[in-house]
């Protein structure tokens, strides 16, 4: 029986598999000083933030009121997905 030959990318992906013992971004204890100290920081403290606690909790008044996600979004200027998970708790789960 004859093998196949897979092709160079095949081969060259095939060599290049996640190494168990190498820790990942968000596993490693470097984190901090790697991205500039954000690690940890949550809500508005973030860096990367779009959002302040005071918008979510005003967006999460006016969704239990009946406004749509999009229409929270564009009003906030932010992707309907980030005000999904902020609405839902998924992220600032800090803010009441």
């Known amino acids: 029986m004859a ?3 897979r092709g ?3 081969a ?3 060599k290049r598999r996640p190494r168990a013992d190498v820790l990942t971004r968000f596993s490693s204890s470097n984190q901090p000083e790697r991205y500039g100290g954000a690690a940890g920081r949550k809500g508005s403290k973030n860096l990367q933030a779009k959002l302040t606690e005071a918008d979510v909790r005003q967006a999460r008044v006016r969704y239990r009121k ?3 996600i999009k229409t929270l979004a564009r009003a906030y200027r ?3 997905s980030t005000m999904s ?3 839902r708790g998924l992220t600032f ?3 009441r």
Request: glycine letters at 4%; charged letters at 25%.
């Open 85 to 87: 998970l902020a609405v």
């Open 8 to 10: 160079k990318k095949a």
């Open 78 to 80: 932010v992707n309907a």
């Open 12 to 14: 060259k992906s095939a």
């Open 3 to 5: 093998t196949r030959s």
């Open 66 to 68: 009946g406004t749509l």
């Open 93 to 95: 789960r800090h803010v």
